[in-house]
């Protein structure tokens, strides 16, 4: 075993071994992959080998499809065969709020470049002969989907892996991991030490014994998943002595199950509620090979459902009952990207289905180790999207959740109630009785909206303009005719400072810093490519000090990568400050004389310009006030320690009672950014549009000095973009507005995709924000869009359809 190398990947499933071929493939050849037993003796080795290309998810889609690409050409790389049978996959639909969740689908797929087709019910017959189709409406099929053997799978990436220079050591323990001085890492095993530069934790369910060694808790807590697979059935061989093709995979998704032929036979796998979670504190040392035991009662109705479906179920015996671990993450999608806290330790864990995204993780994961930067948006699996909140307990509520809702329709606006309410802002008993229907992020409860008196406080999830649409309006208008509040606490909050800290700022952001005191700037930090990473609202609170604002979901995120690109000398000096500081933000044409009634400063214009902050009382309490919002009106937001907050809600609410003062949630806030093109990041900026794409060049001056990203946008921009940022009208619109990952035609060809949509009620219009080539983003040009399954008639507007020359936010 070496001593040394450039990357040790510790685990020997699936995942692991594909980092371990994806490092070889990038020129890194100096790799050691550690295993404790035998290649796929976890997690994989159990694994039904389902290639499920379906996928809400943007970036997790992206992962499959290149999965699933790279094994139809492993084969013949290798020279090993991976049992790849690639026979389609089929998911049925019991009501038209399932078409509805497969035409949202079919958009993702579209502008990812993935094959999916729609079927009716005969169409559905016609695929799957043994099916009885009463009561669907209809369904999908992907023609490319299908399963593979997940050993052989594996075993062909290590023969690969091996193949470009890489070393795999089987029966080897990790039995702790340090970091020297000099940042290498040395990962002790029970063969000796290995120094490196890297190191990779893709070891499945040993993950929370790994990220002990390290300090890390990971947000990683198996459950059980039970398979079932019947003796072969007459009508099943039948079929295949007649020539017949195999029958593809099947997806009853209102029934929570799958099914797929196997050996002559059936294969059903339910995704049950109550399902348990297991190995809370890790496996044992001599865990191999090992399943628990089956709980066939825990899957009666899904059995019930199996056979009302496909009958012939029922008539086959069973041969095996499988019940192993899968790992899960709280919202079901893996952790693929650098920890938190620790240069050059990377995890792929979280895996839930490993084998279809193992390809893809594997890939993305070996670009951000060698070029610096993945080459798709990984944001929505990205580790750091959780934080500390997410605590032993909180997983095991949060991963059964999980899993029992694999097959529920996936709402857009849907909010899960498991681990919840568990970060509240003080005023959150205050903001409930007002009407508040709550969502959560990052931990935190956040009204999304207020229920009226007479209406009941309960969320309604749709694809469509759900119930609470016409209450959403009326927040959207009073803010827009009187003044709201809306809470922001959740924002990630943080203070820079030290000798050193203009310096770091202005290297890690492409806007130019705020020169004077006070004064405030929207910045962006970019990756070295170009793209957006990040966008910080920063105040210069003195000739060395700085506030920073940024997205209350990417707080582990974005604090994560200020420290990690902090000078060493000790210059800079950072300070976290969400849990310590609350945010209420008041917004509308009332906002001035609201806030003359509740303190003493001067809020004039020239007192009190746009952009700029003050140290100021609200009532009694001291309250840091910056003259920005993001809904396009005048308004401060009112940053204040914490527990003040309860103090400065009630005094608002009693000095605005008579100027129509009424809380505002954050769906009001979405509809409010629209008309004014306020872009997001991960939607409208991402690390796979440069920043002049999504049309920040107020913001981006390549000419200010050197930044990260400043050079390779420079010359992306001298090779001509692909994309540009747009505003779209939507027309004849009639219950359903754009929700993002819409595709955009033009005569026929998709030539962009929307970000995000909405209705604006300020300007009585459907919107979109989009990405299109730039030669169709003149204003007045005509294209379509296809919302849940109709094409829509759209064109390009000006950008900030609703006071474009700002005079509003600077009255």
Known sequence: MKSHARVV?????????????????????????????????????????????????????????????????????????????TVGNIRLAMNRDRMDEYHQYAGVAATIGVNVRFLTPDEIKELWPLCNTDGLVGGIVHPDDGYIQPADLTQALARGARDGGAEINRQTTV??????????WVVSTDKGDITCEHVVSASGNFVRQTGAMVGLDIPVIPVQHQFIVTEAHPAIQERHAQGLPEMGVLRESDGSWYMREEAGGLLLGPYEVGAPCCYVDGPSPDSEYELFQEDLERLAPHIEAAINRVPIFGEAGVKEVYNGAIAYTPDGSPIVGPAWGLKNFWLNEG?????????????????????????????????????????KSYLRAKNEEAYANVFTIHYPDEERE??????QAPCYDRMKALGAVFGQKFGWERPNWFAPAGVEQKDDWSFRRSAWFEHMGNEARNVAENVGILDMT????????????????????????????????????????????SEFTIQREGPDTFYLVSAGALQRLDHDYLQKMMPTDGSVRFDALTNSMGVLVVSGPKARELMQRVSSADFSNAAFPWLSGQEIDVGLAPTKALRVNFVGELGWELHHPIEYQNHIFDALMAAGADLGIKPFGIRAMDSLRLEKSYRMVGTEMSIE???????????????????IGRDALVAWQQKGFQNTFVTLEVHDVTDADALGNNPIFKDGETVGRATGGGYGFRVGKSLALAMVRPT?????????????????????????????????LRA
């Open 689 to 707: 549009y440069a920043a002049f794409e999504s049309g920040l060049d107020r913001f981006v001056h390549p000419n200010k000095g050197d930044f």
């Open 351 to 391: 895996h839930s289905f490993g084998i279809t995204a193992a390809g893809g993780a594997g890939w993305q994961l070996a670009e951000w180790i060698v070029d610096g930067e993945p080459t798709i948006d990984m944001m929505g699996v990205d580790p750091r999207r959780f934080g500390d909140y997410a605590t």
């Open 776 to 808: 169709l983003s003149e204003v007045g040009t005509e294209l379509e869009m296809d919302i849940l399954g109709t094409r829509h008639r759209v064109t390009v507007i000006g950008e900030s359809p609703y006071d474009p020359q700002n005079e509003k």
């Open 490 to 533: 959740a924002f990630a909050k943080c203070r820079v400072s030290g000798p050193g800290a203009e310096a770091f700022l202005d290297h890690l952001v492409a806007n130019r810093l705020p020169k004077k005191v006070g004064r405030v700037g929207l910045c962006h930090a970019l990756l070295p490519s170009g793209g957006v990473l």
């Open 175 to 184: 039995t702790g991991i340090t970091q020297k001085p000099n940042g290498e």
């Open 418 to 423: 498991a681990g919840r309410p568990l970060r």
């Open 9 to 85: 990947v510790i685990g020997g499933g699936v995942v692991g071994v594909s980092t371990l071929y994806h490092l070889t493939k990038k020129g890194w050849s100096d790799v050691v992959l550690v295993e404790r037993k035998e290649l796929t003796s976890g997690s994989t080795w159990h694994a039904a080998g389902l290639l499920p290309l379906f996928n809400m998810s943007y970036s997790v889609g992206q992962i499959h499809k290149y999965s699933v690409k790279l094994y139809g050409e492993l084969g013949a790389e290798t020279g090993m065969d991976v049992g790849l049978r």
